[in-house]
């Protein structure tokens, strides 16, 4: 129909002039002769005439005042009139009704009441007429034609305005689309005024009769129609309500938690993104909505990002989440909590301190809350450190997962939380932290069903972890089926490296293997750690005295290196690497004898000579020339700004050898490390600051490597050294000349 075009046809042109013409006292007397009129019309009319005369009834019913002769000829014959030839008018009989209403006052105010009783009866007649015709030629149209009118419902037929009557079974037929015309009833019960509970009870009904799988998809798109849609949270219920079968389709949940995890990365809209969080709260076991909505949060927070659409999404988890039945996913929601309190305090947000202590509030009367209050807070201090220079060292994280063990091992509940928690919510950097402590909590049968029951979990990363920790424990020995408790960090790399679960290979140097390099670092850095950390009770010690102590433990540390690598390696597996560190004193101090003012500067100079076989046909030998130097203390806690270093010594370590570097012995600072600077940035600092004999602490430090990195990573891993046989000669020669303590490495690689 198209509103507006009132041509009416020139067989029935003449009828309704003469009706709109009419007075208003003659109506009720001319109606007969114009009915006979119009059904003798009606009788010859061809369809083009029908098609013409419909279009210009329904254009003066929607819009514009009508006199009381055109409201009654419209209305009383409209049955008549509007057939359903072409699409539905939208709330066709929301303005009907409305027209109804108009003439009946307009009878009124002209006097005639008493029959206005028995016309409204015949217009309500005609209504019905036009709507049930109309729905039988457009059944999907039922809510384009009743919106905005209420209705009831008895079980069989809907009512609308009370009068108007639409029998279900009439409607629904026997087609297979019948999902749309049910989808049509759902729709309107937010329009019920009586038997809702019996509307929903009938499409629960009429729905379990179709197949699913024929409905289930069509089912699917409806639904997420509806996520779209911003003003359609109240729908979600009654949808799902009334096709039951959906709060278990687990093709559903994904797709929802997807959506939300994509929402939340992209700032999606607000509406949208609580939808989608009511949604997933709608899901019944065995498919797990609020793991779903969990999964969306771990896999989108960021803390670079505005997280006010991660705080919605995380309250409403915490209104369907029960902490006793669900220990893991609260100490999942008090982990993203506290990485949103974390996010929260750099941003200046005000309630940050409110939020987080309504979280805590949650689950504060579990026995185990404590524990989960101190879990979530170390994780979000520990991960982040796995993706940045402050990556904690070997035995760090060993003795780390030795206090998480001591903590969760002993309660099921405790276990339970903590092995999901740490393969969901691990980032990919501590993927390798996270099975070592899931292989060390995992004690009993129970614990093994669980990890079972984890390969059906929303998370690919869960998914993959599992899959990784049953290998291996499918491999353990018979004789052993639960696992040990790895007591070192080589024995747990040991457990992986053999049943292959888990391959870390590549690295980063030409080793070409992340778990000698991990070892290697860690093991230097706790050398360098405890030699910083006695810093201060040595430091009246001169240089060449704190040198050894330092080499002497290194030595001893290369020694351990040796002994971890043969626990690390399966029996009778060829070692990959050997390593040989030992270092001589040139020049040995003459006791009662003091060194010669002016022949030699301060410091001492050390030169690391490294000899590296791979593989039997592939050797290198360079040597790297360093200059170790203190810093001095200046009263009772307080250090020399400065450290001592003359201009001349650095140029004479760069006119030997631009592989040169400077070594600083300082006490703990930011952490517990010895400063490595490049000569030629030592040289940079200086004159940048004017200095002829000192270079700036602060400087140096900015701008220095920890002594564990700069072996493992530049000295082992090749990236410095100088091979020209002048510099060797100069750092293996004459005593006087050469440095005071040469250190030879020497790394022998086979194959693998």
Same mark, same amino acid.
């Given at each position: 129909?198209?509103?507006?075009?009132?041509?009416?046809?020139?067989?029935?042109?003449?009828?309704?002039?003469?009706?709109?013409?009419?007075?208003?006292?003659?109506?009720?007397?001319?109606?007969?002769? #114009?009915?006979?009129?119009?059904?003798?019309?009606?009788?010859?009319?061809?369809?083009?005439?029908?098609?013409?005369?419909?279009?210009?009834?329904?254009?003066?019913?929607?819009?514009?005042?009508?006199?009381?002769?055109?409201?009654?000829?419209?209305?009383?014959?409209?049955?008549?009139?509007?057939?359903?030839?072409?699409?539905?008018?939208?709330?066709?009989?929301?303005?009907?009704?409305?027209?109804?209403?108009?003439?009946?006052?307009?009878?009124?105010?002209?006097?005639?009441?008493?029959?206005?009783?028995?016309?409204?009866?015949?217009?309500?007649?005609?209504?019905?007429?036009?709507?049930?015709?109309?729905?039988?030629?457009?059944?999907?149209?039922?809510?384009?034609?009743?919106?905005?009118?209420?209705?009831?419902?008895?079980?069989?037929?809907?009512?609308?305005?009370?009068?108007?009557?639409?029998?279900?079974?009439?409607?629904?037929?026997?087609?297979?689309?019948?999902?749309?015309?049910?989808?049509?009833?759902?729709?309107?019960?937010?329009?019920?005024?009586?038997?809702?509970?019996?509307?929903?009870?009938?499409?629960?009904?009429?729905?379990?009769?179709?197949?699913?799988? =024929?409905?289930?998809?069509?089912?699917?798109?409806?639904?997420?129609?509806?996520?779209?849609?911003?003003?359609?949270?109240?729908?979600?219920?009654?949808?799902?309500?009334?096709?039951?079968?959906?709060?278990?389709?687990?093709?559903?949940?994904?797709?929802?938690?997807?959506?939300?995890?994509?929402?939340?990365?992209?700032?999606?809209?607000?509406?949208?993104?609580?939808?989608?969080?009511?949604?997933?709260?709608?899901?019944?076991?065995?498919?797990?909505?609020?793991?779903?909505?969990?999964?969306?949060?771990?896999?989108?927070?960021?803390?670079?990002?505005?997280?006010?659409?991660?705080?919605?999404?995380?309250?409403?988890? #915490?209104?369907?989440?029960?902490?006793?039945?669900?220990?893991?996913?609260?100490?999942?929601?008090?982990?993203?909590?506290?990485?949103?309190?974390?996010?929260?305090?750099?941003?200046?947000?005000?309630?940050?301190?409110?939020?987080?202590?309504?979280?805590?509030?949650?689950?504060?009367?579990?026995?185990?809350?404590?524990?989960?209050? #101190?879990?979530?807070?170390?994780?979000?201090?520990?991960?982040?450190?796995?993706?940045?220079?402050?990556?904690?060292?070997?035995?760090?994280?060993?003795?780390?997962?030795?206090?998480?063990?001591?903590?969760?091992?002993?309660?099921?509940?405790?276990?339970?939380?903590?092995?999901?928690?740490?393969?969901?919510?691990?980032?990919?950097?501590?993927?390798?932290?996270?099975?070592?402590?899931?292989?060390?909590?995992?004690?009993?049968?129970?614990?093994?069903?669980?990890?079972?029951?984890?390969?059906?979990?929303?998370?690919?990363?869960?998914?993959?972890?599992?899959?990784?920790?049953?290998?291996?424990?499918?491999?353990?020995?018979?004789?052993?089926?639960?696992?040990?408790?790895?007591?070192?960090?080589?024995?747990?790399?040991?457990?992986?490296?053999?049943?292959?679960?888990?391959?870390?290979?590549?690295?980063?140097? #030409?080793?070409?293997?992340?778990?000698?390099?991990?070892?290697?670092?860690?093991?230097?850095?706790?050398?360098?750690?405890?030699?910083?950390?006695?810093?201060?009770?040595?430091?009246?010690?001169?240089?060449?005295?704190?040198? &050894?102590?330092?080499?002497?433990?290194?030595?001893?540390?290369?020694?351990?290196?040796?002994?971890?690598?043969?626990?690390?390696?399966?029996?009778?597996?060829?070692?990959?690497?050997?390593?040989?560190?030992?270092?001589?004193?040139?020049?040995?101090?003459?006791?009662?004898?003091?060194?010669?003012?002016?022949?030699?500067?301060?410091?001492?100079?050390?030169?690391?000579?490294?000899?590296?076989?791979?593989?039997?046909?592939? &050797?290198?030998?360079?040597?790297?020339?360093?200059?170790?130097?203190?810093?001095?203390?200046?009263? =009772?806690?307080?250090?020399?700004?400065?450290?001592?270093?003359?201009?001349?010594?650095?140029?004479?370590?760069?006119?030997?050898?631009?592989?040169?570097?400077?070594?600083?012995?300082?006490?703990?600072?930011?952490?517990?490390?010895?400063?490595?600077?490049?000569?030629?940035?030592?040289?940079?600092?200086?004159?940048?600051?004017?200095?002829?004999?000192?270079?700036?602490?602060?400087?140096?430090?900015?701008?220095?490597?920890?002594?564990?990195?700069?072996?493992?990573?530049?000295?082992?891993?090749?990236?410095?050294?100088?091979?020209?046989?002048?510099?060797?000669?100069?750092?293996?020669?004459?005593?006087?000349?050469?440095?005071?303590?040469?250190?030879?490495?020497?790394?022998?690689?086979?194959?693998?």
């Amino acid at each position: 129909m198209l509103p507006g075009n009132d041509k009416w046809p020139e067989s029935i042109q003449a009828l309704y002039e003469q009706v709109a013409g009419s007075a208003p006292e003659a109506v009720l007397s001319s109606r007969p002769q #114009w009915s006979e009129q119009l059904a003798e019309w009606v009788r010859n009319a061809t369809l083009d005439e029908r098609e013409m005369a419909q279009s210009a009834a329904w254009s003066r019913l929607d819009t514009g005042s009508r006199s009381p002769g055109e409201l009654l000829f419209l209305l009383v014959h409209c049955g008549e009139l509007l057939w359903p030839y072409s699409e539905a008018p939208r709330e066709l009989l929301q303005r009907l009704i409305t027209r109804q209403a108009q003439l009946v006052q307009a009878l009124k105010d002209g006097g005639q009441d008493e029959a206005v009783a028995p016309l409204v009866r015949q217009v309500e007649a005609e209504l019905a007429k036009v709507v049930s015709r109309y729905l039988k030629r457009h059944p999907e149209e039922l809510v384009t034609l009743v919106s905005g009118v209420r209705c009831t419902f008895d079980g069989k037929v809907l009512r609308f305005n009370d009068t108007v009557e639409v029998d279900l079974k009439v409607l629904l037929g026997s087609e297979r689309r019948v999902i749309g015309r049910l989808d049509q009833l759902r729709a309107l019960l937010p329009y019920l005024r009586e038997g809702r509970d019996k509307l929903v009870a009938f499409i629960r009904e009429r729905a379990a009769k179709i197949p699913w799988r =024929e409905c289930r998809d069509i089912l699917e798109e409806k639904l997420f129609q509806l996520v779209a849609a911003p003003e359609s949270r109240g729908e979600l219920r009654g949808f799902l309500g009334s096709y039951a079968q959906g709060k278990g389709e687990a093709r559903w949940c994904t797709r929802a938690s997807l959506l939300l995890a994509r929402n939340l990365e992209e700032g999606g809209p607000l509406a949208v993104i609580e939808n989608l969080s009511e949604l997933l709260a709608y899901f019944e076991a065995p498919v797990e909505g609020l793991r779903g909505a969990l999964q969306a949060l771990v896999a989108s927070i960021h803390e670079d990002k505005e997280l006010a659409r991660h705080r919605l999404v995380a309250d409403k988890c #915490w209104e369907h989440l029960e902490p006793k039945k669900e220990p893991g996913l609260a100490l999942v929601l008090l982990w993203l909590e506290e990485r949103i309190f974390r996010v929260a305090l750099r941003q200046g947000v005000e309630d940050s301190f409110e939020r987080r202590n309504r979280a805590r509030e949650r689950v504060r009367e579990l026995p185990v809350a404590e524990a989960l209050y #101190w879990l979530s807070e170390e994780c979000v201090d520990l991960w982040p450190r796995f993706e940045s220079e402050r990556r904690p060292g070997a035995d760090d994280l060993s003795a780390w997962r030795q206090e998480v063990v001591r903590r969760f091992v002993k309660k099921p509940v405790l276990r339970k939380a903590a092995i999901e928690f740490f393969l969901w919510c691990a980032p990919d950097a501590a993927a390798s932290e996270a099975e070592l402590v899931t292989l060390s909590l995992v004690k009993t049968s129970t614990d093994r069903r669980l990890l079972r029951r984890l390969g059906e979990h929303p998370s690919t990363r869960v998914r993959f972890r599992v899959r990784a920790i049953n290998a291996w424990l499918a491999a353990g020995p018979e004789s052993a089926p639960e696992p040990q408790t790895p007591a070192t960090l080589t024995g747990a790399l040991r457990h992986l490296r053999a049943s292959g679960a888990m391959t870390l290979g590549g690295g980063r140097t #030409w080793l070409r293997d992340r778990d000698l390099e991990e070892l290697l670092l860690g093991a230097f850095s706790r050398v360098e750690r405890d030699f910083s950390a006695r810093y201060p009770e040595h430091f009246r010690e001169d240089e060449a005295r704190l040198v &050894t102590r330092l080499l002497e433990d290194l030595k001893h540390e290369f020694e351990s290196i040796r002994s971890d690598l043969s626990i690390l390696l399966s029996q009778g597996q060829p070692v990959p690497l050997e390593l040989d560190l030992q270092y001589r004193r040139t020049r040995a101090p003459v006791e009662g004898e003091s060194a010669p003012e002016g022949l030699r500067p301060g410091g001492v100079e050390l030169a690391f000579v490294l000899k590296v076989e791979v593989e039997s046909f592939l &050797t290198t030998k360079r040597a790297v020339l360093v200059q170790a130097t203190k810093l001095e203390r200046r009263g =009772e806690g307080q250090w020399a700004p400065n450290i001592r270093l003359a201009r001349e010594q650095v140029d004479g370590l760069l006119g030997q050898s631009e592989s040169s570097f400077c070594l600083f012995l300082v006490p703990p600072s930011l952490r517990a490390e010895c400063w490595m600077v490049p000569a030629r940035m030592v040289r940079g600092l200086m004159e940048a600051q004017g200095s002829l004999s000192t270079v700036s602490r602060e400087g140096a430090q900015r701008v220095a490597r920890s002594l564990a990195q700069w072996m493992t990573y530049d000295l082992l891993g090749l990236w410095t050294g100088d091979d020209r046989p002048a510099v060797l000669e100069r750092a293996e020669g004459n005593p006087e000349r050469g440095p005071d303590f040469i250190v030879e490495i020497s790394v022998r690689k086979t194959g693998r």
